[in-house]
């Protein structure tokens, strides 16, 4: 990422919504930015798992978890998964898991916050739709950036 998400909104605001949510940077990289990619769940975080499987290209998998912290939708093993096929980062409006592990990998994850529990594998969900945030709409193929100040996504 070239440019800062405060410097980015003072050029392009009219065009950008800012997400505001208190997450916490949990990855090995603070900031980044791609294409919007989304997974809709809660407590079940198969689907996430089988996205971030396949070539990301860059991407920014959206993950909107209902804001539960009752359970993980990320761990080490999904995003060791996601470095090896090229996602940019991740940003879960939910928990995630192995907060140590996932500070040593180079990619971007930002959370509500963390939970060492599990969560189911039904696959119940729904992959590459839009999704609203605290009333932020993450389209699927619109831009995303993330930094140490927050998130702005492409209305």
Not at 10 to 17: A, S, V, Y
Request: aromatic share 4%; hydrophobic share 45%; proline share 5%.
């Amino acid at each position: 990422m070239t440019i800062a998400t405060a410097d980015l909104y003072d050029e392009r605001g009219d065009e950008l919504d800012s997400l505001s949510l208190p997450l916490i940077d949990l990855g090995g990289r603070t900031a980044f930015d791609g294409p919007v990619r989304t997974v809709r769940c809660h407590r079940d975080n198969a689907l996430v798992k089988q996205v971030l499987a396949t070539p990301g290209a860059g991407a920014v998998l959206v993950v909107d978890g209902a804001g539960s912290l009752e359970s993980a939708l990320v761990g080490d093993m999904i995003a060791a998964s996601a470095v090896e096929n090229g996602w940019a980062g991740i940003i879960v409006n939910g928990a995630i898991r192995d907060r140590v592990a996932l500070a040593e990998l180079p990619l971007g994850v930002k959370a509500l916050g963390s939970n060492p529990r599990k969560s189911a594998k039904d696959g119940v969900g729904d992959v590459d739709v839009p999704v609203t945030i605290a009333g932020v709409v993450f389209t699927p193929g619109r831009r995303v950036w993330a930094d140490a100040d927050g998130v702005l996504v492409e209305r």
